[in-house]
């Protein structure tokens, strides 16, 4: 006689729990999953297990966020502190052109039929946050120091290396870093 049998139960058992042990330096990156997702941490960071490197096609919002953080990159890493002088306009304009070559090559997904409605909105949306951060950083007498730059501390005696999406210097030499 058919006999269902389920499905199986997924499990993993360590075998040496004091293998889990302090690691010598941490990133923003692994101590969010640390704080938040903590078997994220343990299977990255302490079994060593990684996601698969076949490629897949992401959700679109993951897609619109590496696109929006491209875009970014580019933008500050291209011009620094010269866009600080631009008009809304002006970086309006920047944003179009560099959308529309960046998806050719990264976000074809949404240069597909029927995908017009989100392509616009979301670079509309891309052109507001870009012309919201410009005027912040310029109205709160910011100054672009770097972009994708390496930095390393210490936070509670844990050894902190990582890569700052965007460093930012006032004229007191104070520093903002945002990731």
Not at 6 to 24: M, N, S, T, V, Y
Not at 50 to 61: A, N, Q, R
Request: hydrophobic fraction near 40%; proline fraction near 3%.
């Amino acid at each position: 006689p058919h006999r269902l049998l389920g499905k199986p139960k997924p499990f993993l058992q360590i075998d040496e729990i004091a293998q889990l042990a302090k690691r010598e330096t941490e990133s923003y990156s692994s101590l969010d999953a640390l704080l938040y997702y903590p078997y994220k941490w343990v299977f990255q960071h302490q079994i060593g297990l990684k996601k698969s490197p076949i490629l897949s096609i992401v959700k679109d919002y993951t897609l619109m966020g590496n696109l929006a953080h491209r875009t970014f990159e580019t933008l500050f890493k291209s011009k620094k502190n010269e866009v600080l002088d631009w008009s809304k306009s002006d970086i309006q304009t920047w944003v179009e052109k560099e959308m529309r070559e960046l998806m050719e090559k990264e976000g074809a997904v949404l240069l597909m039929y029927g995908r017009e409605p989100d392509r616009v909105a979301f670079v509309n949306k891309l052109k507001f946050a870009a012309c919201n951060l410009v005027d912040m950083i310029r109205n709160n007498g910011w100054q672009v120091k770097g972009v994708e730059q390496r930095l390393e501390g210490k936070f509670l005696e844990v050894e902190m290396k990582g890569v700052a999406d965007l460093v930012l210097e006032n004229e007191q030499g104070e520093l903002a870093v945002i990731d």
